[in-house]
């Protein structure tokens, strides 16, 4: 009776361990780890994401509406 316990109990053991490995190889590990996105196991298979390049500086309209401006406006008093 001993026997068939710690065989069924090792068997137990054996499953539980077989299915924690399972569980643990079948979920994607993704991680972020100093800025950088590391991939998962299925990052072949992930969508791309592009972003397009846009302009460098980000208040390129406001700039440009601002000198507009400043030229429509002339010199001011006490400006050379």
Not at 24 to 39: D, F, M, R, V
Request: net charge positive; aromatic share 12%; glycine share 8%.
């Amino acid at each position: 009776m001993n026997q068939v316990r710690t065989k069924s109990r090792g068997l137990r053991g054996a499953f539980w361990a077989l299915a924690a490995v399972t569980a643990i190889a079948a979920t994607g590990c993704q991680s972020n780890y100093n800025g950088q996105t590391l991939p998962s196991p299925w990052y072949m298979y992930d969508d791309v994401q592009y972003f397009s390049a846009g302009a460098e500086f980000k208040h390129a309209k406001e700039a440009a509406a601002l000198q507009a401006r400043s030229d429509d406006q002339g010199p001011r008093a006490g400006q050379p």
